[in-house]
Structure formats: C-alpha cells, structure tokens
C-alpha cells in the first residue's frame, strides 16, 4: 500500500486533484517502481543537476495515475491517498531521480503533483 499526502489540493473533477508534496514523501511512493533502463539514465542526469545546483532544486511537476479504489482522507490542510496502482504519467526521470537522492537533499524541497483517481483505460481517453 502506497500513501501520497497532498497539501495545498484543489480538487479539478471527480477524478482528478492538484496539489503539492514533499520530495520524502515523492521518494516513498515511487522508490520501487520500474522505471526503464531510458528513464534512469536520463534520471542520472537530473540527480546530478539536483545535488549540484547552487540554488537548490529547482521546481518541476509529475503527474501520477492512481488506481480508483484508492482512498482519500482528508486531514486538516491535507488529503491522503491510499492505493496499490501507481502510473507516472509525466516526470517519470525526475522522479526516478528524486528517489535516488540522499535524505540530505530530499529536506525541504517540494513538487506540484497533478493526480488521477482512475483506471487506465479511462485515463487514456482523456
């Protein structure tokens, strides 16, 4: 069971949530997903830009297809997503990189995550 927390949500349809998480919790959801050999690569790349960058890492979005009996709590300013299926839609290499760094790099740094609560088929016709 993977958990997403969302802060800062706005909900833009029934099936689909805008908000943003931090790279810890980014790192824990996708840390044994099966990017492809590509993806990694190009995940090298962006790790390396990650922990080198003067100003910190600069800011990127992923979009991830969850499965739709995922459950979603809402606590406080947050919602919290339970689910078993994960689908990286978009920023598939920046999240394959996020998942590499050091704990020392994932502190205080933040993604806008765009989710949707569906199942594939009907993800691929939007």
């Known amino acids: 069971m993977r958990n ?54 600069s800011s990127f979005a992923v979009t991830l297809r969850i499965s739709p009996d995922a459950s979603i709590l809402e606590e406080g300013e947050s919602l ?4 078993d299926e994960l689908e990286i839609r978009d920023g598939k290499s920046k999240c394959a990189a996020v998942s590499m760094l050091e704990p020392e790099h994932l502190e205080n740094n933040w993604v806008k995550v765009q989710v949707f609560v569906l199942d594939e088929e009907k993800m691929d016709q939007l």
């Open 4 to 57: 997403l927390v969302l802060y800062d949500v706005s909900q833009d349809s029934a099936y689909h949530y805008t908000g943003i998480t931090t790279f810890e919790n980014l790192a824990e959801i996708t840390g044994d997903y099966p990017f492809e050999e590509e993806v990694m690569e190009k995940a090298m790349i962006h790790k390396q830009t990650m922990v080198s960058h003067p100003n910190g890492i």
């Open 80 to 83: 919290h997503f339970s689910f």
